[in-house]
């Protein structure tokens, strides 16, 4: 099968963004100039999605850690900002997914948590995070398979002590 052809049109900021990242595009021809940024987009995809296991292993979540994720970025929408600013947002997903009915607070589990991605994580590890949480949102579990054996799968949960 051939890979899919993505497109899509690079508006403001982005466009500005990739041009610089581009050589010699300003004074080129529109087709010569798309094709160049098209193909500094696909390497810096390439780039960033290659680094995301990597920050995964740092984050040493817990099996309950990585289920409160899992529940919490449920139906999540991304968007721009979410790359401005992804450890205060998850974690406000977090606290918002883990408040208690009765007083309206943050629950144990969820406050710990949200402190942990705030002080703890760069911005590359809560992104690299929020993609493994969206990428066991649109996969296909399969049978008999736990939230917890997901979690692994998408590279939430490490193995430790295993070389």
């Known amino acids: 099968m051939a890979s899919p052809r993505i497109q899509f049109r690079a508006m403001s900021p982005l466009d500005e963004q990739l041009a610089a990242r581009t050589r010699d595009v300003e004074d080129s021809p529109d087709a010569v100039r798309e094709r160049a940024m098209s193909e500094t987009a696909r390497m810096w995809l390439s780039t960033i999605f290659n680094l995301f296991p990597s920050e995964l292993k740092g984050a ?3 099996e309950a850690e990585a289920v409160l ?3 919490a970025t449920q139906g999540l ?3 721009p900002f979410w790359g401005g600013a992804p450890h205060v947002l998850l974690s406000a997903e977090v ?3 883990d408040m208690d009915d009765a007083t309206g607070e943050p629950g144990e589990a969820g406050t710990a948590l949200a402190h ?3 002080t703890q994580w760069s911005r590359g590890k809560a992104l690299a995070v929020v993609d493994a949480c969206m990428r066991f949102h649109y996969r ?3 049978p008999g398979e736990t939230v917890v054996d997901g979690a692994r799968a998408v590279g939430l949960l490490q193995d430790r002590g295993v070389a």
């Open 69 to 71: 994720l899992l529940q």
């Open 140 to 142: 296909d579990a399969g």
């Open 116 to 118: 942990k991605i705030r």
């Open 95 to 97: 606290e918002e997914f």
């Open 60 to 62: 040493a979540l817990t």
């Open 77 to 79: 929408a991304l968007d």
